[in-house]
């Protein structure tokens, strides 16, 4: 059962990218508070049916620790989602996936000393990076822009990702993920009015792309990955993540026919050996 979930949350994350470059006619903070305000109703459905009284039995540190989740995910999305539309979704879903390096560097500066391994995994992976963005670069500003928002997105990712490991050690898959995505609606939905983006009026196909990507991503993505953070472990799901980047990179090629310049590849294969060192060798940590 695990490994299914671990496929469906993959496959779930990988069709993000590719959803939100097909159905441009919805603005980016528009279809990212649909999809994180829909999933948390669907989700807190159920945990209110199991015990009426559960989000008033969250403490005060869990609640601290779910709104800054919320808040780094709501502003994750507003990065990634954009950069998905102004470079190619697979150099922005490769930029966003090397949030193991930031969250690498986030546990140095607390003390933990690492393995060679993950010192030479974070050269790799920022290699990666320098050689799509430097390819983007010829692609003209508006790409380049769209690589910087990723790499932002990514950073926001760890936090979510570290605050998440947190929450989970005591909050349920439902109650975490529908209070997390509730956050993040409404931090979103304060971005929109402020920036007058609509929150209605979209055509039909419109809609049909914020039920894709609420259900694809948010549901059978985000929030299986929340779970598996409790079942498999953070290290273990950041490895996992790591297949986001050739997936979203196979599903934008057959979907979306995106062409994507064989300089891209050698980032993407850069990125994913050295985040694979990064995680290898965090699992042989040293505290300092």
């Not at 620790?65 to 922005?92: K, P």
Request: aromatic fraction near 8%; charge should be positive.
């Amino acid at each position: 059962m695990t490994i299914l979930l671990a496929i469906v949350g993959v496959l779930g994350i990988s069709a993000s990218g590719p959803i939100i470059a097909a159905f441009p006619t919805v603005p980016v903070l528009s279809m990212a508070l649909w999809r994180n305000g829909s999933a948390a109703v669907l989700l807190a459905a159920p945990a209110l049916r199991r015990n009426r009284r559960i989000f008033r039995e969250m403490t005060r540190r869990e609640w601290s620790i779910v709104v800054a989740s919320g808040v780094a995910l709501a502003l994750h999305f507003v990065c990634f989602m954009y950069a998905v539309r102004m470079t190619s979704v697979a150099a922005a879903t490769a930029l966003v996936c090397i949030q193991g390096v930031w969250i690498a560097l986030f546990q140095m500066f607390r003390g933990v000393r690492y393995q060679p391994i993950v010192l030479i995994g974070m050269g790799l992976a920022i290699c990666g990076v320098v050689a799509i963005t430097g390819l983007d670069l010829g692609l003209g500003r508006e790409a380049l822009i769209g690589d910087l928002l990723a790499i932002m997105g990514g950073m926001l990712a760890a936090a979510y990702t570290l605050a998440g490991a947190a929450a989970r050690r005591t909050l349920g898959t439902g109650t975490y993920a529908s209070t997390c995505y509730a956050v993040t609606a409404v931090i979103l939905l304060v971005l929109c009015l402020v920036t007058g983006q609509p929150l209605w009026g979209f055509d039909a196909l419109g809609w049909i792309g914020i039920i894709l990507l609420t259900v694809c991503a948010q549901l059978l993505g985000h929030t299986v990955m929340n779970h598996l953070l409790k079942v498999l472990g953070a290290l273990t799901v950041s490895t996992l993540i790591l297949l986001e980047i050739p997936g979203a990179a196979l599903l934008a090629a057959l979907f979306l026919e995106q062409v994507v310049p064989w300089g891209t590849f050698v980032g993407l294969g850069a990125i994913l050996i050295g985040l694979w060192c990064v995680v290898r060798g965090q699992s042989r940590l040293v505290s300092g």
